[in-house]
């Protein structure tokens, strides 16, 4: 058998994320970031602290990802079962059902997750970015870990973006061109550093200053100080340099920021909805498929609602404790009450 079949898919995705994440963090080194400028001035407060929170992103996800949700055990111990008492508090409407595949009797909000096998309390759904699934006990924790993920997302992002931005290669030492000039087989650039840029004295390219590399594209302008390309000319126009070059110098630099834009989109809409989830006191599978539980199908709101503050508390706290068939009773006997 070959070696491969015995790594589990779980390790695989933990690796990947692992290895994505410090080579992200290389990448934003290695270029010309704010990262590598406030390295090299000696200024160590910021890397850091970015250097903490990836960690502290990488540690969460671990944690969320190797955590118990909240599995049920397939035999039951005798302070897992239902007491009759919060058997009987469920209406006779909604029985509470037998997992056909682990033969376990459910309690509300539990459901069975085909990927792990599992029968896993107020069930949210199964993540494959985590190879694990979120449920009672590691949700908390999973919504934490989207918040610090999406400030390290959206600094990186950041970060990557600063360096390719056209102004700030054009920017402190290089000057700000106003005019381009092109005659046939003769091709320069007239410049002036504007008000909003840095630089103090003028800097103007002709075709015999050495600044000026003169290819069949046209000219080129280089930075005064690194010697890279930062414009180029040809046919009257002028553009920031050529896309070959560009792409030797910033290509993986940039191929990071597409990435990032990708990953803080996603890591932005999961937070999002899981806070409205949370604060409605809810869960993905719920929000999906309500119209498919027995317990939330007699009901035309959430029976588990219990207003912003207390669904915060309950969540993040565990305040005010007591078991979703309480609660239900509760509702159930209000509403009766109500009508």
Excluded at 52 to 75: C, F, H, I, R
Excluded at 83 to 101: D, G, N, S
Excluded at 185 to 208: D, F, I, N, R, V
Excluded at 215 to 235: D, K, M, T
Aim: aromatic share 10%; with cysteine.
């Amino acid at each position: 058998m070959a070696p491969w079949a015995f790594i589990s898919p779980g390790v695989v995705v933990r690796t990947g994320h692992t290895v994505l994440t410090w080579g992200i963090t290389l990448v934003l080194f290695l270029h010309d970031t704010e990262l590598r400028q406030w390295e090299e001035q000696g200024e160590l407060l910021l890397p850091l602290t970015f250097l903490l929170l990836v960690l502290g992103s990488l540690l969460l996800y671990l944690a969320v990802s190797l955590m118990d949700p909240g599995y049920m055990n397939v035999q039951p111990q005798p302070q897992e079962e239902l007491k009759e008492e919060q058997m009987a508090m469920v209406p006779q409407a909604t029985p509470l059902r037998r997992c056909r595949y682990c033969l376990v009797l459910q309690p509300l909000r539990a459901r069975h997750c085909h990927e792990c096998h599992r029968c896993v309390r107020r069930y949210d759904h199964h993540c494959p970015w985590m190879e694990n699934c979120v449920g009672e006990r590691n949700h908390p924790l999973f919504v934490a870990y989207l918040a610090l993920q999406l400030v390290v997302l959206l600094w990186a992002l950041y970060l990557a973006w600063a360096p390719l931005r056209p102004w700030e290669r054009a920017g402190k030492q290089a000057t700000c061109v106003h005019k381009v000039y092109t005659k046939p087989g003769l091709h320069w650039l007239k410049g002036a550093p504007s008000s909003e840029a840095s630089a103090p004295s003028q800097m103007a390219c002709s075709p015999g200053s050495p600044e000026l590399s003169r290819g069949r594209e046209g000219g080129v302008l280089l930075h005064p100080s690194s010697g890279s390309p930062i414009l180029s000319c040809r046919s009257g126009l002028w553009f920031f340099q050529p896309w070959g070059l560009w792409l030797r110098s910033s290509g993986l630099l940039f191929a990071t920021f597409l990435l990032l834009s990708l990953f803080s989109s996603v890591a932005g809409l999961l937070l999002a909805s899981h806070l409205y989830l949370v604060a409605s006191n809810t869960t993905t599978w719920e929000f999906i498929s309500s119209h498919r539980i027995a317990y939330l199908r007699q009901r035309s709101s959430n029976p588990f609602d219990r207003g912003l503050i207390r669904n915060l508390a309950h969540f993040f706290c565990g305040w005010p404790s007591g078991s979703w068939e309480t609660l239900w009773a509760e509702e159930e006997e209000d509403s009766s009450q109500a009508v």
